[in-house]
Structures are given as structure tokens and as C-alpha cells.
Nanobody, 115 residues
């Protein structure tokens, strides 16, 4: 079974950085494109970023391009999201998932951007 566990969330001031991590188990991690999705208060689940199985290709939703960087370590079965220049509108619960719809996501980690 796919098991994903996100960590690294917290409270950060606007303009600050935060790094999220996701530990994966129960499947052949390197064979999957992996994604980050988020759910802001009162809104639906939204796709943030994806990375190919090899890590060579990455994709981002327009609102985070140039601020967020997705990466992976296939040897450790971990996925990361480096978030810089955070904005209040980035406040959400962040999940790692095996597709852009949020399949297999874990419990999520709360990111709150506020002064």
C-alpha cells in the first residue's frame, strides 16, 4: 500500500522560507511521478508541483513558479518542496501525492503564512 507522510509545516512570516518533506513507503517510489497538492481554508484541493520519476523534469502551477522548488531523493524515497518568498495566499494544508488529483496523499502538513 502507498504510504506517504508529510512534515515540515509551520508558521512563517510573509517573504520567509519553509521546506516540506515527504517520506514514501510501500511502493516503487522511483517509478512514480510525484506531486505536491494543497488545500487552502474553504477551498478544494489544488495541484502545486510535480516531478518525474527520474527527477529530471519538474512542473509548477503559475502562482508558485520561481518561488517553489520540488526535488526528490530516490535512494531515500523522499520528496521535498522548498518554498521561498512565501505569501499569505500560500496558507494551506500541503500533501504529497502520487498524482495531481491527490491520490494516496498522507495526513498533510499545515503551512500558515502570517505576520
Amino acid at each position: 500500500d502507498v504510504q506517504l507522510a508529510e512534515s515540515g509545516g509551520g508558521l512563517v512570516q510573509p517573504g520567509g522560507p519553509l521546506r516540506l518533506s515527504c517520506a514514501a513507503s510501500g511502493f516503487r517510489f522511483s517509478r512514480y511521478e510525484m506531486c505536491w497538492v494543497r488545500q487552502a481554508p474553504g477551498k478544494g484541493l489544488g495541484w502545486v508541483s510535480s516531478i518525474s520519476g527520474t527527477g529530471y523534469s519538474t512542473w509548477y502551477t503559475d502562482s508558485v513558479k520561481g518561488r517553489f522548488t520540488i526535488s526528490r531523493d530516490n535512494a531515500k524515497s523522499t520528496l521535498s518542496l522548498q518554498m521561498n518568498s512565501l505569501k499569505t495566499e500560500d496558507t494551506a494544508v500541503y500533501y504529497c501525492a502520487t498524482d495531481r488529483g491527490g491520490a494516496g496523499r498522507g495526513q498533510g502538513t499545515q503551512v500558515t503564512v502570517s505576520s
